[in-house]
């Protein structure tokens, strides 16, 4: 009887090991496939990464025509550099024959009236300044302080003016009067608003009177910020002078 009990407890202690074993290789299989699993999409990320890379190499080696078919990727990005930067030095000198050629055109467009340089003298009193400039009328009734309009010692002023038939503009230093007169349409103060603008010219302040046919722009602006862009390029009398020649073009081209 002792030796059955033994017998049984060795073959209950031989089953318990084998479960053990074979529950430990399930374990280990498992934990074996996660791995694997994992190493394979590690595998698929890095060859679509090569993949992109290849094609954005190829991508740029053909926007790159001066290359031969068969160059590495150190020589495609030293390449695509020196490209760049000729494009940029292209586009500046577009930029600049661009000034030039409206620079030209309002040259054309315009003629140059006679430089005006006057010593602004104060009057002796009120009544002088109105009877020499014919006094206010009934319908433009003005309020003028004399300290301010005519200082004690005026310095010269310079004024420069350039016309069209449709278009004057009247320049004193940083700032100017332009005048236009255009047929009576939509969107015409929106375009001369925008072209300032462009040239960053600041309105100081407008006034627009309009028939049944035609409208009458006078605008003031003054001219900031207006050599910003191109210092090198532009006075404010050249700035002043192309927007006019390009509310010429815009307006009265079509």
């Known amino acids: 009887?002792?030796?059955?009990?033994?017998?049984?407890?060795?073959?209950?202690?031989?089953?318990?090991?084998?479960?053990?074993?074979?529950?430990?290789?399930?374990?280990?299989?498992?934990?074996?496939?996660?791995?694997q699993s994992e190493h394979e999409m590690h595998i698929w990320t890095e060859r679509e990464r090569r993949k992109k890379m290849r094609n954005m190499f190829s991508?740029?080696?053909?926007?790159?025509?001066?290359?031969?078919?068969?160059?590495?990727?150190?020589?495609?990005?030293?390449?695509?550099?020196?490209?760049?930067?000729?494009?940029?030095?292209?586009?500046?000198?577009?930029?600049?024959?661009?000034?030039?050629?409206?620079?030209?055109?309002?040259?054309?467009d315009y003629e140059q009236s006679s430089i005006i340089t006057s010593q602004v003298q104060p009057p002796e009193s009120r009544e002088a300044f109105f009877t020499d400039n014919q006094g206010p009328t009934n319908n433009y009734p003005m309020t003028i302080d004399m300290s301010q309009t005519f200082p004690a010692q005026a310095s010269p002023a310079c004024f420069q003016t350039w016309f069209s038939s449709n278009v004057v503009i009247s320049m004193c230093g940083d700032d100017a009067q332009?005048?236009?007169?255009?047929?009576?349409?939509?969107?015409?103060?929106?375009?001369?608003?925008?072209?300032l603008e462009k040239h960053q010219l600041e309105v100081v302040s407008a006034h627009i009177f309009s028939d049944q046919y035609r409208t009458m722009y006078m605008i003031h602006v003054h001219a900031g910020g207006?050599?910003?862009?191109?210092?090198?390029?532009?006075?404010?009398?050249?700035?002043?002078?192309?927007?006019?020649?390009?509310?010429?073009?815009?307006?009265?081209?079509?």
């Open 59 to 108: 991508s740029l080696h053909a926007l790159l025509p001066q290359l031969p078919a068969k160059a590495d990727k150190s020589t495609v990005v030293d390449e695509a550099v020196t490209y760049i930067k000729n494009l940029q030095q292209t586009l500046k000198t577009l930029e600049k024959q661009k000034l030039e050629k409206l620079k030209n055109s309002a040259t054309v």
């Open 226 to 254: 207006a050599s910003e862009q191109f210092p090198e390029l532009l006075s404010i009398e050249e700035t002043f002078k192309l927007a006019a020649g390009e509310m010429n073009l815009c307006l009265f081209s079509c």
């Open 178 to 195: 332009i005048n236009v007169c255009s047929p009576r349409k939509p969107g015409t103060f929106a375009t001369i608003l925008y072209i």
């Open 1 to 35: 009887m002792e030796l059955e009990k033994v017998s049984v407890a060795e073959v209950g202690e031989k089953r318990s090991r084998k479960g053990g074993l074979k529950q430990g290789k399930a374990n280990g299989g498992v934990d074996h496939g996660a791995d």
